[in-house]
């Protein structure tokens, strides 16, 4: 009846062992995850990472556009997976990534957008506009998800987003 005892508790410990054993590989697991290891690429690691060309359905994006705003092909055109103050730089959005496409051109037929239904011309004097040398636009998942666009006056400072690359729309 001893022995059967001594051998109950020995197989008990065995268990006791392997819970804890269990238990303390469950909790680095979790540590490991909430460190960030195991999660899903961000966007501020995957633009270097990114092919180039682009994802067949940004650049079909990027050239519908720029045949819509009158300017194929674009002088230029960039896209990437940004994320971060580059996001935010550009599109003024604070989502965690997006695709964006930016074309560099002549797209001053946006104006017309922009100002609306026409005005009597007698009662108002137009002013010059500045034109419209770049557009981009941004979309919250791969495929096309929401989409945001937005465009420039100035000149398009390109080396300050560096997870564009530059690509033919």
Known sequence: MRRALLARIAVGRRWAVALAAASLLAAL?????????????????????????????????????????????????????LSGSELTRLTGSEAPHAYVFVLVGDYSKIRALERGPLVSSQDVTPSPEPPVRWIWAAYSSAGGGEEDWGCGSSEFGASQYPGLQEFTP
Not at 40 to 48: E, G, R, V
Not at 64 to 79: G, I, L, N
């Open 29 to 81: 697991a979790a540590g490991a995850l909430a460190a960030g290891c195991g999660t899903d690429a961000t966007a501020s690691t995957a633009h270097k990472k990114t092919p180039s060309p682009p994802p067949a359905w940004l650049a079909a994006k990027a050239q519908r556009a720029a045949t819509k705003w009158s300017d194929v092909p674009p002088q230029h055109a960039y896209w990437g997976l």
